[in-house]
């Protein structure tokens, strides 16, 4: 239930209370990350180096606790603020118009109270979540950015040797490939002769051994 103009004019007077003005600081808090987070003049990288420092990761820990802590209580005082709500909207309905203005007044100022509490609370806790997504969200993107660059880095890298390959092929120039495959082609040869070569030797000795015998057993004849 919305209050009128009127009744928020007669009670914008009234202070907000300790936890409250908290609760408010941390939205402000909250929406000036935000606005820090989509700011397209700060990379992504830059982010995603600050949030893997040593500092931060030093803090890491006691982050998430917080984190916790803090949600915990916006939780709490999100549920109070719809309990005042629903209890003052049912006070505002069930008022006479018999009884006193005052008693008007205080409650409508109450329910506007357990509004304006309502949107405050909502907004910080919509807020931490949007905040942590956008965190996810940039390392992720960091990461990906990362990659892409190392990737394009490589091809590149790979182009060029290509090009480089080409070259000495048109210039005819050869390559390191058919060096080595000239290589490979001339021990082929000298194995291969050396096996000819050995091959015969080994029939000439295997002659010269039978003319040995030979003449041994003319002797003995």
Request: proline share 1%; charged share 25%; glycine share 2%.
């Amino acid at each position: 239930m919305s209050v009128s103009f009127a009744e928020y004019t007669a009670t914008k007077s009234a202070k907000m209370s300790i936890q409250w003005t908290i609760v408010c600081g941390i939205l402000f808090a909250e929406i000036g990350v935000v606005a820090a987070l989509l700011c397209p003049f700060i990379h992504p990288s830059r982010w995603n180096r600050l949030l893997k420092s040593r500092f931060v990761e030093s803090l890491k820990v006691k982050a998430y606790v917080l984190f916790g802590v803090q949600f915990v209580t916006l939780v709490i005082f999100f549920c109070d603020s719809v309990r005042e709500m629903r209890k003052y909207s049912v006070k505002m309905s069930g008022i006479s118009e018999h009884l006193h203005v005052a008693d008007e007044e205080h409650a409508s100022m109450r329910l506007f109270r357990a509004q304006r509490n309502f949107y405050i609370s909502g907004f910080a806790l919509f807020f931490m979540w949007v905040i942590r997504r956008l965190i996810t969200m940039i390392a992720a993107h960091a990461v990906v950015m990362a990659e892409s660059v190392a990737i394009l880095r490589q091809a590149e890298s790979a182009s060029s040797q290509a090009r480089t390959l080409l070259n000495l092929q048109s210039n005819g120039a050869p390559s390191e490939l058919l060096k080595e495959k000239k290589e490979k082609e001339r021990h082929q040869l000298k194995s291969s002769s050396l096996e000819e070569e050995f091959d015969k030797l080994m029939k000439e000795h295997a002659k010269l051994q039978q003319t040995v015998e030979k003449s041994e057993e003319k002797k003995d004849a």
